[in-house]
């Protein structure tokens, strides 16, 4: 099966927000915004702070005062406020080109960009800003700095969760789509949703009417008439009573045919002729049948690609996507990430009795979930999307039951290697201000050294070393690495 591509523009794509520094007359007006991925107080998580100001020459100071974070869609708003922030602030400001320039506070504060430690100004390229840019505070908030839509269009949730501007276009699109009975083809990488949007097309449009799902790999070639037409009495040996098939069962109401790209030639064909025809010919029974069914197909492939390949049917191509919806992949909207962690989270946790461990703490208790893993998890590609998330998720609830603080065991913590950035930030402190590049490589050679300090001191263990340096182990590893640190040989025990 020809898979769609993982980058670039497809066909079938729905349209989105170009980024002003793409360019192009056509670009939709958008703003800059920050979005909390992980807080204490996990009610926070998905609140944005709107940086209107930033193009007009004013800075945004990033702090635990400023500037105020608030639901999206809402206005006013509050600051971050975790007690355990320095009101020093991290500086953001735009530069022509339209990159933005990130300025560390005036203090020893701890604060990493895309998992490397801020310690000097660094230039944050336009094309990192359209993907999205992780920003960590001093391990306990993490918020994601990325483009914001001017407008957006509203519409009903539909059950999706999150607020970035790829997923209301895709809410808009459902509710634009919903009401027609013409056939709609869902495309997207696995992992996606797209039998969230099949089922939110069905609630839309024929709210309280049959939806049957199947799949096309459960249509067998040879017996597929009868699955999806169903069969009179006596049209075969033992055919005592007559069956509905899958088209009468959704009679009134949605059909929903997944991994439709997976459709042999014969079924192919049938299925062009009830949507060209809406009659239906039970196997054994005469005359044709009249149903009244909106088909939603989904798939991962190109089936343009397949056609043309001669796997697919062309005229079945063009009857499917007569209406077309697309799903972005999770690594495009990365500002939904915190909720749907949360929000899967506190699905698996409900189930176990565990939810109240996600209640807000003391500010000098630790949360259960650590903002070093949220900002881990951000940095990962997701290539299973969103099913990998919830997947993720619900291991991260079994191992933390009953647990102070979410941990990561060998398993979970293979499946969330950091992605490698699209374009790199460029770091390089200005020539002409050698005092900031004195004091950059002053602060890199400190912390080298208390690492390996801390390291000596506990003989190697570098879960007891990453709690001596109050940070977690996973970017104890990731800063071992960046300083080209060796790891400890363990100490022989004693005969």
Not at 94 to 107: E, M, Q, W
Not at 138 to 167: I, M, N
Not at 291 to 312: I, K
Not at 389 to 417: C, H, K, T, V, Y
Request: aromatic share 4%; with cysteine.
């Amino acid at each position: 099966m020809t898979s769609l591509p993982r980058t670039g523009r497809n066909p079938l794509t729905v349209d989105t927000l170009k980024s002003p520094a793409k360019g192009g007359e056509d670009a939709a007006p958008s703003t800059f915004a920050l979005t909390v991925l992980a807080h204490a107080d996990l009610r926070r998580v998905g609140e944005v702070a709107r940086l209107d100001g930033l193009r007009g020459g004013v800075p945004t100071l990033l702090s635990r005062v400023e500037p105020p974070f608030a639901p999206p869609g809402e206005t006013g708003g509050r600051p971050l406020a975790d007690p355990c922030l320095s009101r020093q602030p991290v500086t953001i400001s735009y530069n022509r080109d339209g990159s933005l320039r990130l300025v560390p506070p005036a203090r020893d504060i701890t604060v990493e960009v895309d998992g490397e430690t801020l310690a000097a100004p660094r230039e944050v390229a336009a094309t990192a800003i359209d993907r999205g840019v992780v920003i960590q505070i001093a391990s306990r908030v993490v918020v994601l700095l990325h483009r914001l839509a001017a407008r957006q269009e509203a519409a009903p949730p539909f059950g999706l969760v999150g607020d970035s501007d790829k997923l209301a276009a895709v809410r808009a699109q459902i509710q634009r789509v919903a009401g027609f009975a013409d056939p709609v083809l869902v495309t997207g990488e696995t992992g996606t949703g797209k039998e969230l949007v099949a089922e939110a097309l069905a609630t839309a449009g024929r709210k309280g009417k049959p939806f049957v799902r199947i799949n096309a790999g459960a249509l067998v070639p040879g017996v597929a008439a009868l699955q999806l037409f169903g069969s009179a009495r006596g049209a075969y040996t033992d055919a005592k009573t007559s069956h509905e098939g899958y088209f009468l069962r959704a009679d009134g109401g949605t059909l929903f045919l997944d991994e439709v790209g997976k459709l042999v030639p014969e079924t192919q064909a049938m299925l062009l002729r009830v949507l060209e025809s809406k009659e239906i010919q039970p196997v054994g029974d005469t005359p044709p049948r009249r149903v009244d069914v909106r088909v939603v197909t989904a798939t991962d492939a190109d089936l343009r690609a397949l056609a043309a390949e001669g796997g697919f049917a062309q005229a079945l191509v063009h009857r499917l996507g007569v209406l077309r919806i697309a799903l972005p992949p999770l690594r495009e909207r990365l500002e939904d990430l915190g909720r749907l962690l949360v929000h899967f989270l506190r699905e698996a946790m409900a189930e176990q009795g565990d939810l109240a461990r996600l209640d807000p703490r003391p500010a000098d208790q630790t949360p259960w979930l650590p903002a070093d893993l949220v900002g881990r998890l951000a940095r990962h590609d997701w290539p299973g999307n969103v099913r990998e998330l919830r997947n993720f998720a619900r291991g991260l609830a079994r191992l933390g039951a009953g647990q102070p603080q979410a941990s990561l065991d060998a398993e979970l913590m293979s499946q969330i290697a950091p992605r490698a950035p699209a374009t790199p930030v460029v770091a390089t402190v200005p020539a002409a201000v050698p005092e900031l590049a004195d004091r950059w490589n002053r602060e890199q050679k400190a912390e080298r050294e208390r690492i390996v300090a801390a390291l000596r001191a506990v003989g190697g263990n570098q879960t007891r070393a990453a709690r001596l340096l109050g940070i977690s182990r996973g970017t104890l590893a990731a800063r071992m690495d960046q300083f080209e640190i060796d790891r400890p040989q363990k100490r022989p025990t004693s005969p």
